[in-house]
C-alpha cells in the first residue's frame, strides 16, 4: 500500500520558474487560522489519486522539471512510505527535482528525506520568540527545537525556501523579528500576502 493523494495541479509559480506537479497529501497535526485547505487537514477530500496515477503523470510529461509533495502536511506519514514514492520517481525520471513542503514540526522525518530530496519550503508562521502567537497562529503548542532543527537540515539546499504568510496579527514589527531570526540561514524568505479564508473551522 502506497501514498494515496487527493489532487494535482501543475504550476511555475510554487517551484519559481520550474514547470512543478504538486500533490496534495491529507491531514496534518496543525489547525492554522484561515488554513486554504483545511478540508484535506480534516481529511474531508477523499484521496483517491493512487501513486500509480502520479507516476503515470510523471513518465507522460518530459516537460515537468519539478515535483512538490505538499498538503496538509507530508511528514505526518512515515518516512519510509514518502522515501518509497520518491525513489519511484526518481527511477523514472531521474532529473526530476523534489520539493517538499512543511511546517517544520517534524525534523526527524527531514533528516530521513534530505538523502533524496532536492529542498524544503519550511513556514514560519510567527516569531520564533513568541509562543504564545504561534500557538494563537496554530492552535497548538509551539516547539521552537522541532523548527530550529528543521530549519538548520533544509538550509542551502537547492530548492529550499522559507515562508511566512502576513497574517493580519503579524505587525510590521514581527515581521522584522521573523526576518532576524531568519538572517544567520543562507536559504531566502517568503512573505506571501494573507487571503482571508472565512469558512475555515480553526478561524
Known sequence: MGLRFVSYLYT???VPDRWSLVLFLPYCNLRCRHCHNWRLVLGREPARLTEEEVLKEVSNNPLLECLVLSGGEPT????????SFIKKVKKLNPSILVRVDTNGTNPKAVKALKEL????????KAPPDEP????????????RKALEETLTLADGMPLT?????RYPW???????????????????????????VPDCPFV
Open 170 to 196: 503579524l505587525t510590521d514589527e514581527k515581521l522584522k523579528k521573523i526576518e532576524r531570526f531568519l538572517k544567520p540561514f543562507s536559504s531566502p524568505w517568503l512573505v506571501n500576502e494573507f487571503v482571508s
Open 132 to 143: 504564545e502567537l504561534y500557538r494563537y497562529a496554530t492552535l497548538k503548542p509551539f516547539n
Open 117 to 124: 530530496v532536492d529542498g524544503f519550503a519550511v513556514d514560519v
Open 161 to 165: 525556501l522559507f515562508r511566512t504568510t
Open 76 to 83: 505526518v506519514y512515515p518516512p519510509s512510505l514518502l522515501l
Open 12 to 14: 511555475t509559480k510554487d
